[in-house]
């Protein structure tokens, strides 16, 4: 992938349980990584260019889970039932992010 990337990328491994126009919260996926303009998330649930999701990510603060809007932007299968998906937000929230952020550089 070309990296033209603003913002820097850093690791977030957590639980998240994605929604998108067709259902309920539910389908489960795994955080993977994240910067202010997205993230990368990893499922066996295959999803396509250009859908809209809300992520509710579980961190390990305490607090009510996160949740993450945004829209595909690229899928990659890593074998065949495993997909990495990029997920950009539609809308750049840095105090958002920051709890996601100050709960990885720790």
């Known amino acids: ?3 033209r ?3 820097e990328r850093f690791s977030s491994r957590y639980p998240a349980r994605i929604k998108d126009s067709r259902e309920e919260f ?3 996926f795994h955080l993977r990584e994240a910067s202010a303009e997205g993230v990368r998330i990893r499922s066996t649930e295959k999803v396509f260019n250009n859908d809209s999701l809300t992520l509710e990510v579980k961190l390990p603060d305490g607090h009510d889970p996160m949740i993450l809007k945004g829209h595909v932007v690229w899928t990659k299968n890593q074998d065949s039932k495993v997909w990495d ?3 950009k937000f539609h809308k750049i929230r840095l105090m958002h992010l920051s709890r996601l952020y100050s ?4």
């Open 5 to 7: 990337r603003f913002f």
């Open 103 to 106: 709960l990885a550089v720790k």
């Open 26 to 28: 539910g389908a489960r």
């Open 85 to 87: 998906i990029g997920l």
């Open 1 to 3: 992938m070309d990296e």
